[in-house]
């Protein structure tokens, strides 16, 4: 046994051989822990069953039948089976009778339709007015006509235009 396997209970110890018969040589010591609480739950488990199927049975204590009936009936209902080959086989016979529906779409990747995309033009542009010649002059003329201490002030008295026109794609809804 290697060092600081002297304070381990038999337990861990018996789970430690284990794993290293299964060639299992590095893993955290947590794992040990897990097993240990996975196999006393186990153990609990098949237990319980075994002292129901006793009284059940009328009996003042439990037997190794009572045992292996717990461990039957919980090998039963935790693990299944997988089915048989030959039924499989059928099963798969059976269903690719139905042939697959044939494509609509060409040759490539079948895109949904349009309206279902995400790519559809759903959004909003702000798209800037162009101002006429002239009043483009004036706005220049006044600008340069006013004086640096002014032109640190902020300018209250000019208009403030808005200048975009706001242009909408409406996702089209589809007909039903």
């Not at 018969?21 to 237990?47: A, K, T």
């Not at 997988?82 to 059928?90: D, F, I, K, T």
């Amino acid at each position: 046994m290697a060092e600081g396997d002297e304070d381990l209970p038999r337990d861990a110890k018996i789970v430690k051989s284990l794993l290293k018969s299964m060639g299992v040589d590095d893993y955290e010591p947590r794992v040990i822990h897990q097993f240990l609480e996975l196999w006393y739950r186990y153990v609990v488990d098949v237990l319980t069953d075994a002292q129901v199927y006793s009284e059940h049975a009328g009996k003042s204590a439990i037997d190794c039948d009572d045992v292996k009936l717990a461990i039957q009936s919980k090998v039963n209902f935790s693990f299944s089976q997988p089915p048989h080959r030959e039924v499989l086989l059928e099963l798969a016979r059976n269903r690719n009778k139905i042939p697959l529906p044939k494509t609509i779409a060409g040759p490539g990747i079948a895109l949904p339709p349009e309206q279902d995309t995400l790519i559809s033009p759903n959004y909003q542009l702000a798209i800037p007015k162009k101002r006429p010649a002239q009043a483009m002059e004036e706005t220049e003329k006044y600008e340069e006509s006013a004086d640096l201490t002014q032109s640190q002030e902020p300018k209250t008295d000019v208009p403030q235009h808005n200048t975009s026109q706001r242009v909408s794609f409406p996702l089209t809804k589809r007909p039903k």
